[in-house]
């Protein structure tokens, strides 16, 4: 049984960072793509971005230039930096892994649990 456990968040005033980080347990998940998703309230969730084994990335519009994603596969680890933060960036934030980038924006495999960003203008 896969576990991803995220931690990091919290609350920030707008322009300021945040760094996120999920820990993946239970099985190595270095051959699949991780990445990040968000869901504020009344939305649904969305993709934030996505890291693959080789280190390939693919971001949403709204956080490219702002948001860095990078991953650790010794460590079973996968961050998110995020920049220049805006009150529109405040969300549950929320790790997943998936087999390849299609699953992950259809079905990622494994979610974690959230972790809350707060930003506040």
């Known amino acids: 049984q896969v576990q991803l456990v995220e931690s990091g968040g919290g609350l920030v005033q707008a322009g300021g960072s945040l760094r996120l980080s999920c820990a993946a347990s239970?099985?190595?998940?270095?051959?699949?793509?991780m990445g990040w998703f968000r869901q504020a309230p009344g939305v649904e969730r969305e993709f934030v971005a996505a890291?693959?084994?080789?280190?390939?990335?693919r971001y949403a519009d709204s956080v490219k230039a702002r948001f860095t994603i990078s991953r650790d596969n010794a460590k079973n680890t996968v961050d998110l930096q995020m920049n220049s933060l805006k009150p529109e960036d405040t969300a549950v934030y929320y790790c997943a892994a998936a087999v390849h980038f299609g699953a992950m924006l259809s079905a990622p495999g494994y979610w974690g649990q959230g972790t809350q960003v707060t930003v506040s203008s």
């Open positions: 890291i693959a084994w080789n280190g390939g990335t």
């Open positions: 239970g099985r190595a998940l270095n051959t699949y793509f």
